[in-house]
């Protein structure tokens, strides 16, 4: 068994507690469609209300690529959120964890970071795919609602 983990973090001029309402809640898959179709074609709630123990099917474009994936954690006051794909996607490649944890670290009143990290443990007889393990798609979304809150602000 194999274990390994990636981190991005991306700095932006926003509160936390902004970021926060889009990250901590299911407003970051309806966003992610909105704003990055080329990264989630569709994020949809199998289960749950926001809370740990909601469900997302995530489909990735064209929109034949689907995974579940699972709210493990949700700390409000520290502003951290864990999901775990429970179905498809990395296990699918031979995973047997594949955890995304998204914490919104407070730099000053109107800044703010986005961290995000993806956990993995993999079988030694899939240990080549390994390499599928990437925190890309994390960047791009924390870039997108960067931006998006950002001139959220300016209007």
């Known amino acids: ?20 309402e889009i990250y901590g809640t299911l407003k970051l898959g309806k966003a992610c469609e ?3 179709p080329d990264v989630i074609h569709k994020a949809e709630v ?21 995974y579940k994936e699972k709210f493990t954690k949700i700390d409000n006051e520290k502003r951290l959120k864990e999901v775990e794909v ?6 699918d490649l031979g ?7 998204l914490e919104i670290i407070e730099k000053t009143e109107v800044s703010s ?13 899939s240990a080549n795919n390994a390499s599928f393990a990437t925190t890309k798609p ?3 979304i924390a870039m997108a609602m960067g931006k998006y809150l950002t001139e959220l602000k300016t209007e």
């Open 113 to 125: 970071l986005i961290k995000s990290t993806v956990e993995y443990e993999i079988d030694d007889e």
């Open 34 to 36: 909105e704003l990055l």
């Open 138 to 140: 994390l960047e791009q």
């Open 86 to 91: 429970v179905e498809g996607g990395a296990l």
């Open 1 to 20: 068994m194999h274990a390994g983990q990636l981190s991005h973090e991306l700095e932006v001029a926003v509160p936390a507690s902004e970021v926060w």
């Open 95 to 101: 995973f047997r964890l594949y955890r995304i944890r």
């Open 46 to 66: 199998v289960e749950g209300d926001g809370g740990v123990g909601t469900v997302l099917k995530v489909t990735l474009p064209p929109g034949l690529i689907s």
